[in-house]
């Protein structure tokens, strides 16, 4: 806390319980105790269960979990391979050349993320490159919408590089490609660790494109608990939510450890 005296950091305490639990903790904690739950009684959800949890984790909702997970995979592994491409290039490029790249990246998140869904169907609807009605499509969209997070994170982390690594590592006659791949590349892993966990999580709840080209044998889990809800199965849609979030959370806890013993390399 940037606060020093005592009764500062109590109020910002207070003020961090103030704005934090009711707008962000507490619908949240609210779902969690309605995956538990058979009823609402009054406000509050009741009727103690744990048999939301069993359709939850097989049948459907398993299957939907198992394409997330590979949808956010592979999308964010080409997002990271494009954004990093993308950064490194616009690092040797003028100002006004960087700028014009940088903008073509942001373009998608720019815009509404169904627009992104409608353009990448009206694109790839049509020979030569058909994939309407492919998991393909579906994985296209998210790596085009996560694509420009890799991109900024990893641009970012370049300007913050020192070049004395790279100068003598050129000095004592290392190619380029041995300097990127030796010297670079290393330096900039735990941003690139980063931007993978970012990419893979805005993957995994990413909803409005993927409802206009999922096909029917590749739902995503949000797919999955937007229609059990709009069907009137809250209480399972919420347990579905938990074991998303939970999922989410496992595979970025993973990625920060990953991280964190990068930046200590």
């Given amino acids: 806390m940037l606060v020093h005296s005592k009764s500062g950091r109590w109020a910002a305490w207070a003020a961090f319980g103030l704005f934090f639990l ?44 198992t394409t997330s997970l590979v949808t956010a995979l592979v999308a964010s592994l080409l997002a990271l391979a494009v954004g990093t491409w993308a950064a490194l290039a616009a690092a040797g490029l003028g100002r006004r050349g960087k700028r014009v790249l940088d903008a073509l990246f942001v373009l998608p998140v720019a815009v509404p993320s169904v627009v992104v869904g409608l353009a990448v169907l009206v694109a790839f609807s049509r020979p030569p490159v058909l994939l309407n009605g492919t998991p393909s499509i579906v994985v296209l969209a998210h790596a085009v919408l996560v694509t420009a997070f890799a991109h900024q994170s990893v ?40 931007a993978a966990g970012l990419c893979f999580a805005l993957s995994m709840g990413e909803l409005s494109a993927t409802m206009m080209l999922y096909p029917p044998d590749w739902m995503p889990l949000p797919v999955r608990i937007f229609t059990a809800t709009d069907r009137g199965s809250l209480f399972t849609g919420s347990a579905v939510a938990v074991v998303l979030m939970a999922a989410t959370l496992l595979v970025l806890l993973a990625v920060g450890r990953v991280r964190t013993r990068a930046s200590y390399r």
Avoid: C, K, M
């Fill in 155 to 194: 641009a970012a982390a370049i300007v913050r590089l020192d070049p004395a690594y790279e100068q003598a590592a050129a000095s004592l006659g290392a190619r380029p490609s041995y300097v990127l791949w030796r010297v670079r590349l290393p330096l900039l892993l735990p941003s690139l660790t980063a």
């Fill in 22 to 65: 009711p707008l962000f903790a507490l619908p949240l904690l609210v779902v969690v105790a309605a995956s538990f739950a058979t009823h609402w009684s009054s406000a509050f959800p009741s009727g103690p269960t744990t048999g939301n949890y069993a359709a939850a984790v097989q049948g459907e909702s398993l299957q939907a979990l």
